[in-house]
């Protein structure tokens, strides 16, 4: 399997948060979640309810965007990624370790009522300006 550069990775670690896109009969949605990244599936995890705009749009269409974003007003610490995949919930060997994974670090989420999602990234582009002014990396498999 191809992975991301080390940098990519070292960066959606260091974070919690994505916004994902959907986009269903030309309607985008965008909502934020908390995730959790799985290393050698290449694959955010994350919950939502599946009566939620964008889960209810992911089952009519799997293929999603998101970002992750350092938040700074410092233009030569800018950072952030832009990703593509396909939504859906994890099958087989991957639904428990995908759920193991998100509880260590979203202990809490045992108590909600919510469906564990993985997001399988297909591409992924960072800008990452500490590296020089509007320096990209661009990961697809």
């Not at 550069?5 to 916004?19: A, P, Q």
């Not at 955010?44 to 970002?67: E, L, M, P, R």
Request: hydrophobic share 45%.
């Amino acid at each position: 399997m191809n992975f991301p550069e080390k940098r990519i990775i070292e960066f959606i670690k260091k974070h919690h948060v994505f916004t994902l896109a959907t986009c269903v009969e030309n309607n985008p949605w965008c909502a934020n979640c908390f995730y959790v990244w799985l290393e050698d599936e290449n694959c955010f995890v994350f919950t939502t309810d599946n009566a939620t705009k964008h889960a209810q749009d992911a089952i009519q269409n799997q293929n999603v965007a998101g970002s992750v974003v350092l938040e700074t007003s410092v233009v030569g610490k800018i950072q952030g990624i832009q990703f593509r995949g396909i939504m859906e919930i994890p099958a087989g060997e991957l639904a428990p370790k995908a759920k193991f994974a998100y509880l260590k670090k979203f202990p809490f989420a045992a108590l909600m009522d919510t469906s564990l999602w993985i997001i399988r990234v297909s591409y992924i582009k960072m800008t990452d300006n500490r590296l020089g002014f509007g320096k990209k990396l661009i990961w697809e498999p």
